[in-house]
């Protein structure tokens, strides 16, 4: 199951971007902050999507391509993983201790 804020696919809705963007940094810091290792797909930390693609292994086309423009046009998003992960390197409290 899944809800894309109201809208389906992309949208210029400032409402809607301003909920999605709130929603990826809620993921990430649950992700990241769970014991664990945490798995991202290549391109979470910038909003890649494969447009509900989920096994978009087998085409070579831009559903698969990592597009680097997003880097760019997401860094708010991406400065937020940078963090994140830094934090998670130094706050090592919240990895498993080893056995």
């Not at 997003?70 to 998003?77: F, H, M, S």
């Not at 993983?81 to 990895?95: A, C, P």
Request: hydrophobic residues 35%.
């Amino acid at each position: 199951m899944s809800w894309n804020c109201g809208v389906e696919g992309e949208t210029e809705g400032p409402e809607v971007e301003i909920l999605r963007e709130r929603q990826i940094k809620n993921f990430a810091a649950i992700l990241l902050l769970s014991i664990g290792v945490p798995m991202i797909c290549m391109g979470d930390e910038v909003r890649r999507t494969q447009k509900g693609n989920n096994n978009a292994y087998c085409q070579n086309n831009e559903t698969s391509w990592f597009d680097w423009n997003l880097v760019e046009k997401n860094r708010d998003i991406f400065r937020f993983w940078k963090l994140m992960i830094d934090f998670r390197k130094h706050h090592t409290t919240i990895l498993r201790p080893s056995i």
